[in-house]
Nanobody
Framework: VQLQASGGGLVQAGDSLTLSCVVSGSDVNTYAVAWFRQVPGSEREFVAAVSWGGRLVEAADSVKGRFIIFRDNAKNTKNLVFLEMNSLKPADTAVYYC?????????????????WGQGTLVTVSS
């Protein structure tokens, strides 16, 4: 399973930005996918996750009501997972990573995710 994140950039506080993660490989529509973020010098933290079918979602308290995660499972060898980020704050500045986990339940733990994409940088100016 390979993941490719994109969509980061420089925005102003209050703006919106949508990140994309291409998940490719065998039976990728059976994997839950999550977004994590990391600020240099800090631990990587959970942002949001979506189940393999897209019906279950989880989000960190810090982003609830502002960030939305959803996915497009058009092909079983290539899925798209999006993170729509609204009302961005400078505190949201970080490198954002997508990750996949072949499990029926959603996890907020880094160690539960087996596959990771490279990060995409989001910078929110005040």
């Amino acid at each position: 399973v390979q993941l490719q994140a994109s969509g980061g950039g420089l925005v102003q506080a209050g703006d919106s930005l949508t990140l994309s993660c291409v998940v490719s490989g065998s039976d990728v529509n059976t994997y839950a996918v999550a977004w994590f973020r990391q600020v240099p010098g800090s631990e990587r933290e959970f942002v949001a996750a979506v189940s393999w079918g897209g019906r279950l979602v989880e989000a960190a308290d810090s982003v609830k009501g502002r960030f939305i995660i959803f996915r497009d499972n058009a092909k079983n060898t290539k899925n798209l997972v999006f993170l729509e980020m609204n009302s961005l704050k400078p505190a949201d500045t970080a490198v954002y990573y997508c990750a996949a986990d072949r499990a029926a339940t959603l996890s907020k733990l880094i160690e539960d995710y087996d596959y990771w994409g490279q990060g995409t940088l989001v910078t929110v100016s005040s």
